[in-house]
């Protein structure tokens, strides 16, 4: 599955969890003496950790079980090995990569042997070779948050925070084994502008560190060594991709409007200050959805008063007169910390996630709430709650609203005293008590990321059923226009938020239910504007009324792709 769109090539770098990353890259001439030393100085460190592990073995199990690791020794003390690491590393390839190579040779030759006694000491081969290049990268300090040449990076998955911390520079794309379009990963790859693809079973069993791989993010694809007719393809396709882009650039300071003059606001999602050049450049009309969130993953925990209010204030300010709609923090199902806080659940998108955590720990809550409300005169800022599932919920936030607006009066603290309070609908529960809900609000923004998995019960990162994982499945259709209707029978804007906003195909659909305001990714404006403008809402109404009589998803993506066929080809080029 391509999550963030772009075509890119370059060399693998593997991250797997329970071992070890190694980069192959060319070290110079000079740099070979001290490779060769800290090869050295490995093989003494791992025998000495082998030996130690033995004699442990022999003092609380049997001899037999110590004697497993001989065979460990013995690879160590392998002349050809010491030799064939040697030979590379002097042909200038870093030692990391040289070990790895060779005693990857040796457990593929050994488990392809018709033996089952030998074909199981691979198994202790690459024990071996794990031992050995932790060591050695203990002493270098190798992370994906420090690669020095740029790489695309492979791995099972990648948590919020590792993909946050990426450098685009050096991180070119990455693929992982798991994962979905919804994922923060994948949410985080598209705020970044970083290609990448997902859902790739054993992709970490299949590439070598160092084999070249092709990305391409828009269909989904990824490539291993491909051959010159592929790059040549696939670097025909970005060009393409890049041009229509630049074309996009022109609607910068267009409003999304119909071509029948039906405008909506089109916002932007942010994770972070860093994305706040990207909102204006893209032609956002300002910030729909910043997941705060992800001020607490980067600190690993939660953050004082001061920090938060310096960073609202400064995307208030940057994007003053236009709007910034902050949602209190959002941590918990794929976004975990760890910490006092913070507990591992074993059904984290069901458990003590987002606004229920703010609750749970009402200190924390209002020390974010104090740090919102002091932004608010700096700008255009709104607060919103995620993941409401009943009004107590909004009942008792506002609560603590309140105390911390008392709190800022009492200290002389300015503040915008009637700042918007608004609510994600994300959970049916919230759909269905729409109408009491928007009784208590200023606005609703629907989040179908989380709408989608709770109604349809699919774990938005569970690639084994991502495929029933349906945007235009009629009961996620039928929920977003009940909720469209309550809050416009009480005179309420209502936008979405979620991925399905971002997909061209879908936006005169969602114009057609009835939606004030979209809200997407910053590299996704330009491409969403130019679907609004490119459909009439007579156009968009007619479809979301045919689509609402659909019995399958199918069905109704059958309909969304015919009405984009016809009024902007140029973008089914490139999705
Ligand atoms: C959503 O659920 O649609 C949403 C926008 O919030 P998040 O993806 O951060 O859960
Ligand atoms: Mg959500």
Same mark, same amino acid.
């Given at each position: 599955?391509?999550?963030?769109?772009?075509?890119?090539?370059?060399?693998?770098?593997?991250?797997?969890?329970?071992?070890?990353?190694?980069?192959?890259?060319?070290?110079?001439?000079?740099?070979?003496?001290?490779?060769?030393?800290?090869?050295?100085?490995?093989?003494?460190?791992?025998?000495?950790?082998?030996?130690?592990?033995?004699?442990?073995?022999?003092?609380?199990?049997?001899?037999?079980?110590?004697?497993?690791?001989?065979?460990?020794?013995?690879?160590?003390?392998?002349?050809?090995?010491?030799?064939?690491?040697?030979?590379?590393?002097?042909?200038?390839?870093?030692?990391?990569?040289?070990?790895?190579?060779?005693?990857?040779?040796?457990?593929?030759?050994?488990?392809?042997?018709?033996?089952?006694?030998?074909?199981?000491?691979?198994?202790?081969?690459?024990?071996?070779?794990?031992?050995?290049?932790?060591?050695?990268?203990?002493?270098?300090?190798?992370?994906?948050?420090?690669?020095?040449?740029?790489?695309?990076?492979?791995?099972?998955?990648?948590?919020?925070?590792?993909?946050?911390?990426?450098?685009?520079?050096?991180?070119?794309?990455?693929?992982?084994?798991?994962?979905?379009?919804?994922?923060?990963?994948?949410?985080?790859?598209?705020?970044?502008?970083?290609?990448?693809?997902?859902?790739?079973?054993?992709?970490?069993?299949?590439?070598?560190?160092?084999?070249?791989?092709?990305?391409?993010?828009?269909?989904?694809?990824?490539?291993?060594?491909?051959?010159?007719?592929?790059?040549?393809?696939?670097?025909?396709?970005?060009?393409?991709?890049?041009?229509?882009?630049?074309?996009?650039?022109?609607?910068?300071?267009?409003?999304?409007?119909?071509?029948?003059?039906?405008?909506?606001?089109?916002?932007?999602?942010?994770?972070?200050?860093?994305?706040?050049?990207?909102?204006?450049?893209?032609?956002?009309?300002?910030?729909?959805?910043?997941?705060?969130?992800?001020?607490?993953?980067?600190?690993? #925990?939660?953050? /004082?008063?001061?920090?938060? &209010?310096?960073?609202?204030?400064? %995307?208030? @300010? =940057?994007?003053?007169?236009?709007?910034?709609?902050?949602?209190?923090?959002?941590?918990?199902?794929?976004?975990?910390?760890?910490?006092?806080?913070?507990?591992?659940?074993?059904?984290?998108?069901?458990?003590?996630?987002?606004?229920?955590?703010?609750?749970?720990?009402?200190?924390?809550?209002?020390?974010?709430?104090?740090?919102?409300?002091?932004?608010?005169?700096?700008?255009?800022?709104?607060?919103?709650?995620?993941?409401?599932?009943?009004?107590?919920?909004?009942?008792?936030?506002?609560?603590?609203?309140?105390?911390?607006?008392?709190?800022?009066?009492?200290?002389?603290?300015?503040?915008?005293?009637?700042?918007?309070?608004?609510?994600?609908?994300?959970?049916?529960?919230?759909?269905?008590?729409?109408?009491?809900?928007?009784?208590?609000?200023?606005?609703?923004?629907? #989040?179908?990321? /989380?709408?989608?998995?709770? &109604?349809?019960?699919?774990?938005? %990162?569970? @690639? =084994?059923?991502?495929?029933?994982?349906?945007?235009?499945?009629?009961?996620?259709?039928?929920?977003?226009?009940?909720?469209?209707?309550?809050?416009?029978?009480?005179?309420?804007?209502?936008?979405?938020?979620?991925?399905?906003?971002?997909?061209?195909?879908?936006?005169?659909?969602?114009?057609?239910?009835?939606?004030?305001?979209?809200?997407?990714?910053?590299?996704?404006?330009?491409?969403?504007?130019?679907?609004?403008?490119?459909?009439?809402?007579?156009?968009?109404?007619?479809?979301?009324?045919?689509?609402?009589?659909?019995?399958?998803?199918?069905?109704?993506?059958?309909?969304?792709?015919?009405?984009?066929?016809?009024?902007?080809?140029?973008?089914?080029?490139?999705?």
């Amino acid at each position: 599955m391509g999550v963030s769109p772009g075509v890119v090539i370059g060399p693998a770098y593997l991250l797997m969890p329970e071992s070890v990353c190694v980069v192959r890259h060319k070290i110079s001439k000079d740099a070979v003496y001290g490779d060769i030393e800290r090869f050295e100085d490995a093989l003494i460190e791992t025998r000495q950790q082998i030996k130690e592990l033995q004699s442990n073995l022999e003092q609380n199990a049997t001899v037999q079980e110590a004697s497993i690791l001989d065979a460990h020794l013995m690879a160590l003390d392998d002349h050809v090995f010491v030799g064939n690491v040697i030979k590379k590393i002097e042909a200038q390839t870093n030692v990391e990569a040289a070990v790895s190579e060779v005693l990857e040779s040796y457990a593929k030759i050994l488990s392809s042997v018709d033996d089952e006694y030998l074909s199981e000491r691979s198994a202790d081969v690459r024990d071996v070779a794990r031992r050995m290049i932790n060591n050695l990268t203990k002493a270098t300090d190798a992370s994906v948050l420090d690669l020095r040449h740029k790489h695309v990076v492979i791995a099972r998955d990648l948590s919020p925070s590792e993909t946050a911390g990426m450098r685009k520079d050096m991180v070119i794309g990455f693929a992982t084994e798991v994962g979905s379009p919804t994922s923060h990963s994948a949410v985080m790859a598209r705020a970044l502008e970083i290609p990448a693809v997902v859902c790739l079973h054993d992709v970490s069993k299949i590439v070598e560190p160092g084999d070249e791989v092709l990305i391409d993010g828009n269909k989904g694809f990824f490539i291993i060594n491909p051959t010159p007719e592929q790059m040549e393809k696939y670097g025909r396709v970005e060009k393409a991709r890049k041009t229509i882009e630049r074309g996009l650039v022109t609607l910068q300071h267009k409003p999304a409007e119909t071509t029948d003059g039906y405008r909506i606001t089109l916002s932007a999602n942010t994770e972070g200050l860093q994305e706040v050049d990207a909102v204006l450049r893209h032609g956002a009309e300002g910030v729909g959805l910043f997941r705060s969130e992800y001020l607490y993953l980067a600190a690993k #925990g939660c953050i /004082d008063e001061e920090s938060q &209010t310096a960073v609202y204030t400064q %995307v208030a @300010e =940057r994007l003053s007169p236009a709007p910034v709609i902050i949602r209190t923090m959002d941590i918990g199902g794929d976004k975990m910390l760890d910490g006092p806080h913070f507990e591992r659940e074993s059904n984290p998108f069901l458990g003590c996630r987002s606004i229920r955590l703010s609750l749970l720990y009402p200190k924390p809550f209002k020390i974010q709430l104090r740090s919102i409300l002091r932004a608010s005169v700096h700008g255009n800022v709104k607060l919103m709650y995620p993941m409401i599932s009943n009004i107590n919920e909004i009942i008792q936030a506002n609560e603590i609203l309140e105390e911390a607006k008392r709190e800022l009066a009492a200290e002389k603290v300015p503040f915008k005293k009637d700042i918007e309070v608004g609510i994600m609908v994300e959970i049916p529960a919230a759909v269905m008590t729409a109408d009491v809900l928007a009784q208590h609000v200023d606005f609703f923004s629907i #989040g179908t990321n /989380d709408l989608i998995q709770y &109604t349809l019960a699919v774990d938005r %990162v569970n @690639e =084994r059923v991502a495929y029933l994982y349906e945007p235009t499945h009629p009961a996620v259709l039928k929920l977003i226009k009940q909720t469209v209707d309550a809050g416009h029978k009480h005179g309420i804007w209502v936008g979405l938020c979620g991925e399905m906003a971002a997909d061209p195909m879908l936006v005169s659909l969602l114009l057609g239910l009835g939606i004030d305001e979209l809200s997407v990714s910053p590299a996704a404006v330009p491409m969403i504007k130019d679907s609004i403008r490119s459909v009439s809402f007579v156009q968009a109404k007619e479809l979301a009324e045919k689509s609402l009589k659909c019995q399958t998803g199918d069905e109704v993506l059958g309909l969304c792709r015919k009405l984009t066929n016809k009024v902007a080809p140029e973008l089914m080029e490139i999705m």
